[in-house]
């Protein structure tokens, strides 16, 4: 089915398993994904809808390279949609999601105070994810998908920059707090401050 075509190459993109200008060859792509040729181009037109691929006439599909003045413009609409979400989250938290935020939070303290990156890496995930499902909001959350689906690359860059996890986690506790609080000022604050410094670890990363 394309539907499921199209869900097995996007993970597989977001995983990293076929990089940022790699040629997606449909005849191994049909091997690989158990598909027909045309649910395999079904499922790179819709990816190229979404940004991940480019399919150009006579060259084939590849996965697109996003520069980083597309990157910076795609992190801050994220900024103001993620932004929205935690505000909504703090309107809507219960108090056993506010306890699995408090051991998100301290899982991520661990993970920083043991230089296990990678790990914290993953709780950034789990707590952003978390966030969105106590929002609710179906609408914000498939635009959010959809556009971190293009900054894979980008995102995992950005974790790795050295003192990155220093930086992010007290932004990430105050964004806790703020939820927890049932303040959605505040939550909306903090989020909008913390991928605004996405943004600037993006043009560091980029500077000569």
Request: with cysteine.
């Amino acid at each position: 089915m394309p539907a499921e075509a199209y869900d097995l190459l996007r993970d597989a993109i977001l995983r990293g398993e076929y990089l940022p200008g790699e040629r997606l060859v449909e005849a191994q792509l049909c091997e690989r994904l158990g598909a027909s040729r045309f649910n395999v181009r079904a499922a790179l037109q819709d990816l190229a809808a979404d940004g991940l691929v480019k399919v150009e006439r006579n060259k084939g599909a590849h996965v697109r390279k996003v520069p980083l003045d597309e990157a910076v413009e795609i992190t801050e609409v994220r900024m103001v949609i993620e932004g929205l979400v935690a505000a909504r989250a703090a309107a809507r938290v219960t108090d056993e999601q506010a306890s699995e935020l408090d051991e998100i939070g301290l899982l991520m303290r661990r993970a920083v105070g043991a230089g296990e990156f990678r790990r914290y890496s993953d709780l950034n995930e789990r707590l952003h994810s978390l966030i969105r499902r106590i929002a609710g909001h179906r609408t914000a959350e498939g635009i959010i998908e959809t556009l971190r689906g293009q900054l894979v690359r980008h995102q995992f860059m950005v974790s790795l920059h050295p003192g990155r996890p220093t930086v992010s986690l007290p932004q990430h506790e105050r964004i806790i707090a703020a939820i927890q609080a049932h303040d959605p000022v505040a939550a909306e604050a903090a989020m909008r401050e913390h991928i605004a410094s996405v943004i600037t670890a993006l043009r560091e990363i980029d500077a000569p």
